[in-house]
């Protein structure tokens, strides 16, 4: 099956500093990987849309100054959280997007990552 | 739009006890339906989906049956144990996969 990894599976960082989190497709290509955000016994949050080549598209209240994205290739998308303060602190899951057909395209779920930030 | 509606917790159950956690939503077009498990400190983990219409899903023991007349994807299985405790997410999809709507997660303890 399709597996997304990424790195690193958990992270703590001092106030002010900036942490890159990295979502991989493994077994296959992604132009388009998807970047949620889940608190503390909360459901997940979408983030933004990282397309490959191009700019990410960012939800609405989503700082994208503050949460630089970019997908520099078909099985790569990164996640800088700039200058983070303890209010970054959060569970950061990627996803990825199989084509699997013309008319079926799904996502697959990495295993998160989370940041505390000190 | 599309939203999905997830029974509230938490729930505690004893072992061997059934389990249902209702999940109902509301979609345009034809989407696929998602049951996803989060154990303690975890990601998330697939456990069942069902991309039409009178499809069952099933794994591990859960089962979850696309009903387009009642709008629901209820998961169920018939004897739960002490491992099966973790939050459950339902969660619809698009066709197209570009967008993804998690209901807000049922918590599940289950007791010896």
């Not at chain 2, 975890?42 to 009178?54: F, H, P, R, S, V």
Request: hydrophobic residues 35%; proline residues 3%; glycine residues 8%.
């Amino acid at each position: 099956g399709a597996v997304v990894s990424q790195h690193p599976s958990w992270v703590i960082c001092k106030s002010g500093t900036s942490v890159k989190i990295e979502c991989r497709s493994l077994d296959f290509q992604a132009t388009t990987m998807f970047w949620y955000r889940q608190f503390p016994k909360q459901s997940l949050m979408l983030m933004a849309t990282s397309n490959e080549g191009s700019k990410a598209t960012y939800e609405q209240g989503v700082e994208k100054d503050k949460f630089l994205i970019n997908h520099a290739s078909l099985t790569l998308s990164t996640l800088t959280v700039t200058s983070a303060h303890p209010e970054d602190s959060s569970f950061y899951i990627c996803s990825a997007l199989l084509i699997a057909s013309s008319s079926y395209n799904e996502q697959f779920f990495g295993p998160g990552t989370r940041l505390t930030v000190l | 739009g599309n939203s999905v509606t997830q029974m509230e917790g938490p729930v505690t159950l004893s072992e061997e006890a059934f389990l249902t956690i209702n999940c109902t939503y509301t979609a345009t077009g034809y989407p696929s339906l998602f049951w996803y498990v989060q154990y303690p400190g975890e990601g998330l983990q697939l456990l069942l989906k069902a991309t039409k219409a009178d499809d069952k899903g099933s794994n591990k023991g859960f089962e979850a049956t696309y009903r387009k007349e009642t709008t629901s994807f209820h998961l169920e299985k018939g004897s739960v144990q002490v491992s099966d405790s973790a939050v459950y997410f339902c969660a619809l999809s698009t066709n197209t996969g570009n967008q993804f709507y998690f209901g807000t997660g049922t918590s599940l303890t289950v007791i010896p």
